[in-house]
């Protein structure tokens, strides 16, 4: 929700089409709805700005957004590391490392969540600490207490 207030009508969004993936065209938000779907989504609609040959109504893309960060030290994160539960809170998963230091026990960790970022990230605004290690592959198979192998952060 605090994402969604942060767009406006008349934003200019990025928009990557599936079958052009090598072109980025500008939109511009025509209409952002007040009702969430799914007790995650909320409906934006734009208007693409430019015209090319290539263009065929009922194209499928994926639209982005630079949105400013938001006021102090955010982390950035893929939106996909993001699990929310039923009440709408957010949680993430955080490898804490065990002694041998190869290895690390599985922790969720409840999130505040900032700002849209660029290529499909969000700003973690409080939760999660610089350094630590976000569960970022196969967040739906995870579950408090695994141990799981470090990979190496190089």
């Known amino acids: 929700t605090a994402i969604v207030r942060e767009l406006k009508t008349n934003m200019t969004i990025h928009i990557r089409l599936g079958d052009i993936e090598d072109k980025t065209y500008a939109a511009r938000i025509t209409e952002i709805s007040p009702d969430i779907e799914n007790n995650t989504t909320y409906g ?3 208007a693409l700005e ?30 996909s590391c993001i699990l929310a539960s039923a009440d709408g809170s957010r949680y993430l998963w ?3 490392p065990q002694a041998d230091g190869k290895t690390a026990t599985v922790v969720k960790r409840k999130v505040t969540l900032g700002m849209l970022g660029e290529e499909g990230t969000v700003y973690v605004e409080s939760g999660l600490q610089p350094g630590e290690r976000v569960i970022s592959r196969g967040v739906h198979r995870v579950e408090e207490g695994l141990t799981v192998t470090l990979m190496d952060a190089s």
């Open 94 to 96: 955080i490898a804490e």
């Open 44 to 46: 934006v609609t734009s």
């Open 50 to 79: 430019a015209s090319d040959a290539f263009l065929r109504a009922g194209m499928d893309g994926e639209a982005s957004i630079n949105l400013p960060k938001a006021d102090g030290d955010s982390i950035a994160i893929p939106l």
